[in-house]
Nanobody, 122 residues
Framework: QVQLVESGGGLVQAGGSLRLSCAAS????????MAWFRQAPGKERDFVAL????????DYTDSVKGRFTISRDNAKNTVSLQMNSLKPEDTAVYYC???????????????WGQGTQVTVSS
């Protein structure tokens, strides 16, 4: 079992930055791929970024490449998403997820946090 709790969302102006954090409980954190997804109102849950168990492999959706950075600290059971140069189209609820495999499909992830709202004003 893995329990995930996100924090760090909020309201920011376009061009600003936010850092999301996800704290995980459970001893299996280091064996999980970790990912961030986001969901805007009326839309599907979309992949944002993922990181491998050791942190050596990362992957990003094209729209955030060069602006967002995913990282993890296995000693602290945390995964973070640094978001820079934010745009209004980044507005969504952001979810942290844990899974066993490298996968961009949200249906392949077993555990989810409750989500944190990110709002970017123009």
């Amino acid at each position: 079992q893995v329990q995930l709790v996100e924090s760090g969302g909020g309201l920011v102006q376009a061009g600003g930055s936010l850092r999301l954090s996800c704290a995980a409980s459970g001893r299996t954190f280091g064996s999980r791929y970790m990912a961030w997804f986001r969901q805007a109102p009326g839309k599907e849950r979309d992949f944002v970024a993922l990181i491998s168990r050791s942190g050596g492999i990362t992957d990003y959706t094209d729209s955030v490449k060069g602006r967002f950075t995913i990282s993890r600290d296995n000693a602290k059971n945390t995964v973070s998403l640094q978001m820079n140069s934010l745009k209004p189209e980044d507005t969504a609820v952001y979810y942290c997820a844990a899974g066993f495999h490298y996968n961009r499909d949200y249906r392949e992830y077993n555990y989810w946090g409750q989500g944190t709202q990110v709002t970017v004003s123009s």
